[in-house]
């Protein structure tokens, strides 16, 4: 749903870019070095249980993620396999990011159905594209992968500012309800998508 505005932010990115050049790392290079970070930050969070630091590490590792993209431009160096790496990338870390709070929190159930969830929606498009052409253009979905990180990012914030508990369970508990809720309603608007582009297509 935020894909298409992610071109409106891009001054920030490349300036970071112009630094990591300079540094002599490549644009796939800043991916690896992203997802690098990106682990580290689920380690320190089994580690520490911080949630509040957490959440915060996982909005700039976000922020982040925009870089090597932009280093790609700056450069004339866009490739089809950093397009992929980078996707690759950020499910690795997405898993990770899932995983450690399920050890964290205790809730493996929820957090299983949630990256289920999110690799079944990237897998939807994916598999969609094995049938017939498509472009990223044409999926607009309800929860992307920067939707669903932003939200769960944003969840373990507010629930370290907020441990309590509210009508039986802790606020993160509830959070990641609703987001395992709005992440297969998203799985099935693809899926429905990719039936009605399959048919209507050669």
Known sequence: MLTPYKAYFRRAPE?????????????????????????LTCFLFISTKNTVLFGFLMIAWGLFDAVDGAAARLTNKITKFGSYLDAMCDRLFESAAVLAAAYVTGYWVLCFLLGVGALL????????A????VSN??????????????IFAIGIILWGFFPGIFVGHDLFFWILLGLDLAVYGTLVQRVLRAKRFIEARP
Do not use: C, H
């Open 130 to 133: 094995m049938e017939i052409q």
């Open 137 to 150: 253009t044409e999926w607009p979905d309800f929860m992307e992968r920067t939707e669903r990180d932003f």
């Open 15 to 39: 300036a970071v870019a112009k630094v990591f050049i300079r540094l002599g790392f490549s644009p796939n290079g800043i991916t690896l070095f992203g997802l690098l970070l990106g682990l």
């Open 121 to 128: 929606i990237s897998y939807a498009k994916a598999r969609a």
